[in-house]
């Protein structure tokens, strides 16, 4: 099988499954989706392989991916508000681990958490 058939086949080996084991009158979609459009929110989505076998109401990407998985319009706000309130936890903790792998330092105290890395090689099990 070619590899760009892979899109394809496997969302007609799901589709499959799914019209096999779902009652005759449910009605099954098939999107590809993903949470970014690696393009630019709002641009087109130009992997040729993804659009060869995706109608462009088949693709949910970005915005409309996030607002069909929270289903609300206003999903992609609620997503991004979410990350913008609570991103400095990520980077506290990336930070700790920098310290504490890169750069030798042992002692790192995550200020928000108060989850401390002590100078201790041993671990509790």
């Not at 979410?82 to 790192?108: C, M, N, P, Q, W």
Request: glycine residues 6%.
């Amino acid at each position: 099988m070619k590899n760009n058939a892979c899109y394809s086949v496997y969302a007609n080996q799901k589709f499959a499954i799914l019209s096999n084991v779902l009652s005759e009158e449910t009605n099954i979609e098939v999107y590809f989706a993903t949470a970014y459009n690696r393009f630019g929110e709002g641009k087109p989505w130009q992997q040729e392989r993804v659009r060869q076998f995706f109608a462009k109401e088949e693709l949910l990407i970005g915005r409309d991916f996030w607002n069909f998985i929270c289903q609300s319009a206003d999903g992609y706000t609620i997503v991004l508000q979410a990350y913008k309130d609570h991103a400095h936890f990520i980077v506290e903790a990336l930070e700790s681990i920098k310290g504490l792998y890169l750069r030798g330092e042992r002692r790192t105290t995550l200020t928000g958490t108060e989850a401390q890395v002590s100078n201790q090689m041993e671990f509790d099990v």
